[in-house]
């Protein structure tokens, strides 16, 4: 490995207590062991084949989550408790370094705040993340937003999720609005403030009765994505 910086970032602490050094994408980390050995399966492993001098004196070179991702997961345990605001792009970066680094409990953490959050990533973000982390609820209320969109892919976003998505979610929308032409002649659109089930803030909506077509578009991704 060749040189590095360590004053790339605030987080290289020189003083007595237990440290370890990481480096991450170039970028040399100096940080408290406690929090990543007690909150993580990965790191507690490797740092439990390392003697104490070693693991202060030379880095542990981190694959998988670039030097942002990892200076997010650092900021959730030394700043994160006092911050009133944080940008979702933080909650992701946050969900990719739990995720890689088996930190599970920050992990839920990150999920619950983005589910929480007043500007969520859009439906093609979500199937994306869903995918990439595991997160499998995250993907039917998306497919289903998607489907009863107005406007159609278009080719960045087709090009993010796949072939095979594409495929599927085209086949749900022409059958989405044969049935929405069914109801009166019209595309029904959702009662719900959020495409997202979990994400109220609080707030209640009035109590609606879905449309015929509002409930075919969940039965159509249904169909078509989890029937197997």
């Known amino acids: 490995m060749g040189p590095f910086d360590p004053v790339c970032n605030e987080y290289y602490f020189d003083d007595p207590m237990p440290v370890v050094l990481f480096v991450v994408q170039g970028c040399l980390f100096k940080v408290h062991r406690y929090f990543l050995e007690r909150d993580s399966i990965f790191l507690r492993g490797v740092l439990s084949t390392l003697h104490a001098q070693e693991v202060q004196s030379h880095p542990i070179e981190i694959h998988g989550v670039s030097s942002v991702e990892f200076k997010a997961l650092l900021d959730f345990f030394y700043t994160g408790m006092y911050r009133n605001t944080v940008h979702i792009s933080e909650w992701i970066n946050l969900l ?128 078509i994505f989890f029937s197997e």
Request: hydrophobic content about 40%.
């Open 96 to 223: 990719a370094a739990a995720s890689v680094l088996k930190f599970d409990r920050v992990r839920e953490h990150a999920i619950a705040a983005i589910e929480k959050a007043s500007e969520r990533p859009d439906d093609v973000e979500m199937i994306v993340l869903a995918e990439k982390y595991g997160i499998t609820r995250w993907l039917r209320p998306a497919y289903i937003s998607l489907c009863k969109r107005t406007e159609s892919l278009k080719l960045k976003e087709a090009e993010r999720i796949g072939m095979e998505k594409v495929i599927k979610l085209t086949q749900a929308r022409e059958e989405f609005i044969r049935e929405s032409v069914g109801v009166n002649g019209i595309h029904a659109a959702s009662p719900s403030s959020s495409r997202y089930p979990w994400a109220s803030n609080g707030i209640q909506s009035p109590t609606l009765s879905p449309t015929p077509a509002i409930n075919e578009a969940g039965n159509i991704i249904d169909s």
